[in-house]
């Protein structure tokens, strides 16, 4: 039996801020323009995240779809959802959270908690135009 992928997704909304503390303050703004305001942006993201695995011979699944849900739901849209990020998920008190690095934090929080199925790809929307993917350190 092949390889079956499942992505399951997800909407939160957050707000963030661009500012590196390696640059000088004409330079973040500079480079971030207006998303260097401290007082911070919002966005409606979408979380897109696909597990990878062989269908179970018993239950016809590739991954348990209510365990998928509760561990999304768990370990990153509590913590993002109506989140100032900057201030209030402890990676970005020093990563930028640009949609990359969202990205990241959703894979670094997701991968550890999933067992049966392997995390595939993690997929951010900040825009319906611009998307990252993300497919683990590797
Ligand atoms: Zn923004």
């Known amino acids: 039996m092949g390889t079956v992928y ?3 997704k997800a909407e939160f909304a957050a707000s963030h801020y661009y500012h590196s503390p390696e640059l000088s303050a004409e330079e973040n703004l500079r480079l971030f323009g207006k ?8 966005h409606n993201y979408t979380l897109e ?12 699944f590739v991954v348990d779809l209510k365990q998928l849900k509760e561990i999304m739901n768990r ?8 989140r100032f990020l900057n201030k209030e998920v402890p990676e970005f008190e020093t990563l930028i959270p640009t949609t990359e690095n969202i990205a ?6 997701l991968e ?3 067992k049966a199925a392997q ?10 135009d611009l998307f990252v993917d993300f497919y683990g350190e590797a």
Do not use: F, Q
Not at 49 to 60: C, E, H, L, R
Not at 75 to 82: K, N, Q, R
């Open 6 to 8: 499942l992505t399951r």
């Open 35 to 42: 998303c260097n305001n401290p007082n911070g942006h919002g």
């Open 49 to 60: 995240v696909t597990v990878k695995g062989a269908v179970d011979a018993t239950s016809g």
């Open 75 to 82: 370990e990153v849209l509590e913590a993002m959802d109506h």
């Open 104 to 109: 990241i934090a959703a894979w670094r929080r």
């Open 112 to 114: 550890p908690k999933l």
């Open 119 to 128: 995390l595939h790809r993690v997929r951010v929307y900040e825009t319906p």
